[in-house]
């Protein structure tokens, strides 16, 4: 029987990006079902006092999470291709970190492209005309482990946490085991946490 993975995603957050392909290397190697659902850094911090550069990202950040939910809305078997192809391109291609509302507009237009998606979609990037939406998705992630905490949001089975944070992605078999690792971990209902001092940011982009 397939294990059941809902993963929860902010496009412009590198370290879900790096958990996100492990787990995309897992499909090659285990039996499982995953589910993509966007949630928002924008959404996280909204109304938060934080360092001004910091919030001018999480302008641009509405962008590729408003669309992320139009594109969980209105195709929801494309939410993978759409977070795959922006995700290669503010990651992969290092077109990430950008500033101010609309920032990401561009990227948008070629990321719905790639996907094979309407170019209609990008229409929702700079309105609140999904937030509503949006916000739910990210609730829902949100409330399956508590409001201390960031993207990416993974549940495994029954039980879900913040992360695993990676800033490497495992291939092959490696990504196999480290997967029914971390499924182990969640069958236990008394397992919270592991945490170290992160040495090093998510290498994930392209040669």
């Known amino acids: 029987m397939a294990e059941t993975v809902k993963f929860w995603f902010d496009c412009t957050c590198p370290f879900a990006w790096a958990t996100s392909r492990w787990i995309k290397e897992v499909e090659k190697v285990r039996d499982i079902e995953v589910t993509f659902e966007p949630m928002s850094l924008s959404v996280l911090n ?6 001004p550069g910091y919030m001018e990202m999480m302008k641009a950040n509405w962008g590729p999470a408003r669309v992320a939910a139009k594109v969980a809305i209105e195709a929801p078997e494309k939410v993978d291709a759409y977070y795959t192809a922006m995700g290669t391109l503010i990651h992969g291609k290092g077109q990430g970190g950008k500033k101010g ?13 790639d996907a094979g998606l309407p170019t209609e979609f990008a229409s929702v990037a700079n309105t609140e005309e999904v937030d509503e939406q949006l916000r739910a998705f990210h609730n829902a992630g949100i409330s399956e482990v508590g409001d201390e905490v960031g993207t ?14 990676i ?9 196999g085991e480290i997967f029914d690792a971390a499924v182990r971990l969640a069958q236990y209902p008394y397992f919270f946490e592991i945490k170290r001092t992160r040495t090093e940011s998510p290498q994930v982009i392209e040669d």
């Open 101 to 113: 509302y609309g920032a990401y507009d561009e990227l948008i237009a070629q990321a719905l492209s």
């Open 46 to 51: 909204d109304g938060r006092d934080l360092d």
């Open 152 to 165: 990416p949001v993974v549940k495994l089975g029954d039980t879900a946490f913040f992360g695993p944070v």
């Open 167 to 175: 800033t490497r992605i495992p291939e092959g078999e490696e990504a």
